[in-house]
């Protein structure tokens, strides 16, 4: 079993993989390009994170995510699933994108992307992600951490490490 994240942030494993447009009505598309994820790969979750600075109010809005179902064109409002991405409990911070990234990745709905309506223009698009557990191998992991010790002292274990820089923190696509 593999989790990684599709982004714009370098912080994501697949870094650059996050388009967002933004339209007339002031929602934003966001595509995300998972053609790292073979036809038919196996999902057990996946979820969207995104980062909103609502300030000291609460949202005069909630939030929507709804899946785009034809390919944007012109200036014409985009076509939407008529039911929204539910908010993940218990924390409410993220929204369960299993079933769409599911029937994207079977081919049995095209990526036209995820609309956010009633959402901050403000939202941080570098710490807007969609992480994905699914089946498979990960191709290249990261180096394990380097000079682990462990120590007893007052009836407690102590584990310290150097930390090993991040491999894909710095890569671009």
Request: aromatic share 8%; proline share 11%.
């Amino acid at each position: 079993m593999v989790t990684e994240r599709w982004g714009r942030s370098g912080r994501c494993r697949h870094a650059g993989t996050a388009e967002f447009q933004l339209l007339a009505g002031g929602e934003v598309v966001v595509k995300f390009d998972l053609s790292a994820l073979p036809k038919r790969t196996r999902i057990y979750r996946a979820r969207l994170l995104m980062t909103i600075q609502a300030g000291p109010r609460p949202l005069p809005r909630p939030v929507l995510i709804q899946p785009v179902t034809a390919s944007i064109r012109g200036q014409g409002p985009p076509k939407l699933e008529p039911k929204p991405l539910p908010l993940l409990p218990p924390r409410f911070r993220s929204f369960d994108a299993t079933d769409v990234a599911r029937r994207w990745v079977s081919g049995k709905l095209a990526n036209h992307g995820l609309c956010i309506r009633n959402g901050p223009r403000g939202h941080d698009r570098l710490r807007t992600y969609l992480e994905i557990t699914y089946e498979g191998r990960l191709k290249d992991p990261p180096p394990p951490v380097e000079g682990l010790r462990a120590f007893h002292r007052a009836g407690q274990v102590f584990l310290t490490w150097r930390e090993v820089r991040c491999p894909f923190a710095a890569r671009r696509r």
